[in-house]
C-alpha cells in the first residue's frame, strides 16, 4: 500500500473545482445519512437539508489521491476480513480468545494520516487498523499473536505472552540500547485493563513538553526531534468511567502536553450502554468543561466526529494534529456513531443485549459501508472495482492466516517451520509495509478461484444471528435505547464541534490547509 | 517528581534547594494523583528518560500498585525486552502515626511487583547508594526509605554521590553464633538495640540486613549465618504472613536452609491491624525492642531450658 510518508498526495480527482467537489462530497454524505436511517429511534428529522457544518480548515479532497483513498479502503477490509476470520478461528477452537477492531476502522485510517514518524501510541486491543495502517503490524503477525505463537519473530508484539490485539512496537536494540525513535512509528506495549493505557499516556505526552523545554535534554536526537512528538492515546467509551481516565486527562492538562486522544465511542461498554457508564451519557457533554476557550493558555482542543464519515475524519485529525504539534495543546477526538459488528469479543455475542433497532442501526453505520457509499458517491471507484477490493482483501486475510497457522503449527510440530528472518526485515520499526511477506507480487488468489460475494451495492448487510430460536431477553436494565447524537434535530452526517471562531487563518472554503508538508 | 517535592523539596527536605538549582521541569510539584505520578514516570522512562517519581508516603502506594503492578512491572515482559521503563519509584514510610500512615505493607506489594526491584535501605546512606547504582541500570524499582531515618544523624560520606550499594547482597550488621535474626528497614536499628540487651545475659545474635526484598539474598548469605547459629528469626513490619514468610520461604525452601535448623524457626511480625494512632497502640502494633529480646530468648530456651529460663512469663 503506497501510503504517502508525509502529507497527502496533492492529485485531482474530480473535473470539478477542489471547493465544489468538498461541498459535493460533504453534501452527498449527508444526504445519503438522511435518506437511508432506518428507524423512529435513530431517524434524521424530515427537512433537515441545510449543508452541514465543514471544519475551518478542511482537507480538500483533491489533497488526497484516488489510489491513496482506495488503498485506505482496501486496508478497511484487510482489517475487517481479519476479525471476522480472527473470530471464527477461535470459535471453532484455534484459538483461546479473540478480541477484535471490527467497527472501528475508518477513524483509525485518519489518525494513521495524522501520525509522524517518532510519534508514540498508547493505546489498547481495538486498534489493529491503525497499527496496520502504519506498517508497524502485518497480518501474519495479527494471527500469530491470536494463536499465541512465542516466536518472535512472527509474534513480534508479545512473543506469544499477551493475547490478540495487544501491540507494540521495538524501541530496543539487541544490547537493550534505543533505536532512533524519532524515523519510526512507536507503540508503547499494550496492556489489557482498560484504562491501563492512559496513566503513561501522560508521561508519553510529557516526554515531549520537556525535550523540548530542557536545554540539558537538548541533544537526544535519537530520542526526539525539539520534542515535536505527538503521543496519540486511544480509549473505548466505557473505559471512561474508570478514575484513571479523568485524572489522566486532567493530568494532561495541568502538564500542557501534546496528547492527541481518541475516544472510540459504540455506544456500549460490553453490554452495557452509555447511559450506565457516562453521566448524561455523553462524554463530550463531561468533557466540555476541560475544553480550551479562545486564547486560553491551557485547557484542550476538542472535537466530536462521526466515526464512519471519512473526509471529515481526515481532516479534524489533520487539523488537530498539526495544532497539538506546533502548540503543545492536548487534544480529545470523541468520535461517535462507532459500531462493534461481533460484539466485545468471543466471550460473548452482542444480539444478547442489542435491540433489533440498535442491530440494523449499525449494519446502516457501519463504517466500511459508509465508505463504500461515500467513494461511490463521489466517483472515485465502481461497485465492481470496490467488490473487487472486498474479495481480494477476504483472500489475502485468509492466505495470511493460513500461513501463521502453518508456520506456528510446523514449529509446535519440531518441523522447523518458516525461517526466521532477522528482526531488520519484518518491518517491526515502522517502516510502511516493510517485510511483509503476505505483501509479495503474486500473493493475490489465483484467477478462477471463487471467492463468496460479499454485501454491499447499498443492501443491507444481513445481521449475523448466532443463535436460532427466539432471541433471548435483553440484558438488565430492560428496554434501553441509545439516543444518536441526531435526535437533537441535527444533521446526522456532520456532527462536528463549531469551528472555533476568529481563529487566525480560519479558513470558510476549502484551499490548501495550512501546516501540511 | 511528587507532591510537595518541587518548592517545598519535599516533606522531609530531601530535594532542598533543588527545584532553584534545576528548575520547575527538572524537580516539579505534582498533583494529588498517584496513579498519574507512576504513569508519567513510566511514559517517561519508555521515551528514554530518568524520572524518580515520589509518593510522599508508603501508604500511599496503593493508589499506584495497579498500574505498578499491570503496567510497570510487565514492560520488559510483555514486550520480551523490546521496552524498558527504568523508573525509580521513591517513598518513605513504615512509621509515621495512626492507621494510614504507619503501614509496612510489604509483602502486599512485592507480590504484585514481580519485575519491579524493591529496596528497603535500613538508612539513607544505603538510599544514596541504591539510587546511585539504580541509575546506572536499566530497571524499575521501588526504593522505600525509613521514614523515622530522618530523626537520625549519619556520617556523611565523602563518596555520597557516587558510592553503589548492590541489590540482592544482604548486609550483616552484628556478628554472633547463637541466632540469625533477619530484617531490613526501619527494625534493624530496633534489632541492634534488642541485640545489646540479648548480649548482656549472654545470646548473641547475627543480625542480617536484606537490603532488598527483590531481589532477594542472591548469594544465599543468609544460609551461610545459618550454618552457623542453627536458628533463624525473621523479623519485620509487615502483618503476620506478610514479608517474613517471604523470607522465610526464600530462606529454607529456596535456598535449602532448613537442613541447618535445630529449633523451629520463627517469624516475628506485626500485628493483624493497622496500627492505632495513639502511641500505645502504636508501640504494641509492631515488635519493639522487647518483643524481639523475647522471641529471640524464647528461641534459645527451647533448645537449653535451664541455661535461659523464662525469666519473663
Known amino acids: ?517 | 517528581m511528587g507532591e510537595d517535592l518541587g518548592q517545598l523539596g519535599d516533606v522531609n527536605q530531601g530535594f532542598a534547594g533543588l527545584q532553584a538549582k534545576y528548575g520547575p521541569l527538572r524537580v516539579s510539584d505534582t498533583g494529588i494523583r498517584e496513579v498519574t505520578i507512576l504513569g508519567q514516570a513510566i511514559g517517561m522512562a519508555m521515551r528514554g528518560l530518568r524520572p524518580i517519581a515520589e509518593i510522599q508516603y508508603l501508604d500511599y502506594l496503593l493508589y499506584a500498585l495497579q498500574i505498578a503492578s499491570d503496567d510497570l512491572a510487565t514492560v520488559r515482559y510483555r514486550t520480551k525486552g523490546q521496552q524498558k521503563a527504568p523508573v525509580i519509584l521513591r517513598t518513605r514510610g513504615h512509621r509515621l502515626e495512626g492507621i494510614w500512615h504507619s503501614g509496612s505493607p510489604m509483602a502486599g506489594i512485592l507480590n504484585l511487583v514481580r519485575g519491579i526491584y524493591v529496596c528497603v535501605p535500613r538508612n539513607m546512606t544505603q538510599a544514596a547508594g541504591f539510587y546511585n547504582t539504580l541509575l546506572h541500570g536499566d530497571d524499575p524499582a521501588l526504593v522505600i526509605e525509613v521514614l523515622n531515618g530522618y530523626r537520625v544523624k549519619e556520617r556523611l560520606p565523602a563518596n555520597i554521590g557516587e558510592l553503589t550499594v548492590p541489590l540482592g547482597v544482604p548486609e550483616v550488621l552484628r556478628a554472633g553464633s547463637d541466632v540469625t535474626v533477619v530484617t531490613y528497614g526501619a527494625l534493624c536499628r530496633i534489632a541492634a538495640e534488642a541485640a545489646e540487651l540479648l548480649s548482656q545475659v549472654g545470646i548473641e545474635i547475627e543480625l542480617i540486613d536484606v537490603q532488598t526484598l527483590l531481589p532477594f539474598d542472591l548469594s544465599g548469605r543468609i544460609v551461610r549465618s545459618l550454618q552457623k547459629t542453627n536458628r533463624v528469626l525473621f523479623l519485620d513490619e509487615d502483618v503476620p504472613g506478610g514479608a517474613t514468610a517471604y523470607m522465610l520461604q526464600q530462606v529454607l525452601e529456596v535456598q535449602n536452609g532448613f537442613q541447618w535448623l535445630d529449633s523451629p524457626p520463627r517469624t516475628l511480625s506485626g500485628k493483624a491491624h493497622r496500627p492505632a494512632y495513639g502511641s500505645d497502640g502504636d508501640y504494641f502494633s509492631k515488635p519493639n525492642r522487647e518483643e524481639i529480646f523475647e522471641a529471640v530468648y524464647e528461641l534459645m530456651h527451647e533448645s537449653d531450658p535451664a541455661g535461659y529460663p523464662l525469666f519473663f512469663r
Open chain 1, 1 to 517: 500500500m503506497a501510503v504517502p510518508e508525509e502529507g497527502l498526495d496533492v492529485v485531482l480527482i474530480t473535473p470539478l473545482p477542489p471547493d465544489v467537489a468538498l461541498q459535493t462530497a460533504f453534501k452527498t454524505a449527508s444526504e445519503t445519512a438522511s435518506q437511508t436511517a432506518p428507524t423512529e429511534d435513530f431517524s434524521v428529522p424530515e427537512g433537515q437539508g441545510e449543508a452541514p457544518v465543514a471544519p475551518a480548515t478542511a482537507v480538500p479532497l483533491d489533497h488526497l489521491s484516488p489510489e491513496a483513498v482506495l488503498a485506505d479502503y482496501r486496508l478497511a477490509w484487510e482489517s475487517r476480513h481479519a476479525s471476522l476470520l480472527g473470530r471464527r478461528e477461535v470459535l471453532t477452537g484455534k484459538a483461546k480468545f479473540g478480541i477484535f477492531g471490527d467497527g472501528k476502522e475508518v477513524a483509525q485510517l485518519a489518525m494513521a494520516r495524522a501520525f509522524r514518524p517518532g510519534d508514540f501510541r498508547s493505546g489498547y486491543y481495538r486498534d489493529q487498523t491503525f497499527m496496520m495502517a502504519l506498517g508497524a503490524l502485518t497480518l501474519e503477525q495479527f494471527f500469530a499473536q491470536l494463536y499465541a505463537d512465542p516466536d518472535e519473530g512472527r509474534e513480534p508484539c508479545s512473543a506469544g505472552r499477551s493475547m490478540n490485539g495487544h501491540f507494540s512496537t521495538c524501541f530496543l536494540d539487541a544490547d537493550g540500547s534505543f533505536h532512533d525513535l524519532t524515523a519510526r512509528y512507536n507503540s508503547s506495549a499494550d496492556v489489557s485493563p482498560t484504562g491501563s493505557q492512559m496513566p503513561r499516556l501522560v508521561g508519553l505526552a510529557y516526554a515531549s513538553r520537556l525535550f523540548r523545554e530542557v536545554p540539558v535534554l537538548a541533544g537526544l536526537e535519537r530520542l526526539s526531534r525539539g520534542g515535536s512528538e505527538i503521543a496519540f492515546g486511544t480509549i473505548g467509551n466505557a473505559s471512561c468511567a474508570e478514575g484513571m481516565f479523568w485524572e489522566s486527562v486532567n493530568a494532561v492538562g495541568v502538564l500542557r502536553s501534546p496528547m492527541l486522544l481518541s475516544i472510540w465511542d459504540d455506544g456500549y461498554g460490553i453490554s452495557v450502554p452509555n447511559e450506565l457508564q457516562v453521566t448524561k451519557g455523553d462524554l463530550s457533554a463531561l468533557l466540555s468543561g476541560f475544553r480550551r476557550a479562545h486564547g486560553e493558555a491551557q485547557g484542550f482542543e476538542m472535537r466530536t466526529v462521526c466515526g464512519w464519515d471519512y473526509p471529515a475524519l481526515l481532516a479534524v485529525y489533520q487539523e488537530v494534529a498539526e495544532t497539538v504539534r506546533r502548540e503543545h495543546v492536548p487534544a480529545i477526538l470523541h468520535v461517535v456513531e462507532l459500531t462493534q459488528p461481533q460484539g466485545h469479543s468471543t466471550s460473548g455475542s452482542h444480539e444478547r443485549y442489542k435491540s433489533k433497532e440498535r442491530l440494523a442501526w449499525e449494519s446502516e453505520y457501519d463504517c466500511l459501508r459508509r465508505m463504500r457509499l461515500w467513494i461511490l458517491e463521489v466517483g472515485l471507484a465502481q461497485p465492481a472495482e470496490l467488490d473487487a477490493i472486498e474479495e481480494e482483501a477476504k483472500a489475502r486475510v485468509r492466505q495470511c492466516q493460513e500461513s501463521a497457522w502453518r508456520d506456528f503449527r510446523a514449529d509446535r510440530r519440531g518441523e522447523g517451520g518458516a525461517p526466521r528472518p532477522p528482526r531488520a526485515a519484518r518491518g517491526r520499526h515502522g517502516e510502511r509495509g516493510g517485510g511483509d511477506r503476505c505483501r509479495a507480487p503474486g500473493a493475490l488468489p489465483a484467477a478462477g478461484v471463487a471467492a463468496p460475494r460479499s454485501p454491499g451495492r447499498g443492501e443491507r448487510r444481513p445481521l449475523r444471528h448466532r443463535r436460532g430460536g427466539a432471541r433471548r431477553p435483553r440484558g438488565t436494565p430492560g428496554n434501553y435505547r441509545v439516543e444518536a447524537p441526531a435526535d437533537r434535530g441535527q444533521p446526522r452526517a456532520l456532527r462536528l464541534a463549531p469551528p472555533q471562531p476568529d481563529r487566525p487563518g480560519g479558513a470558510q472554503r476549502p484551499g490548501r490547509p495550512r501546516g501540511l508538508p
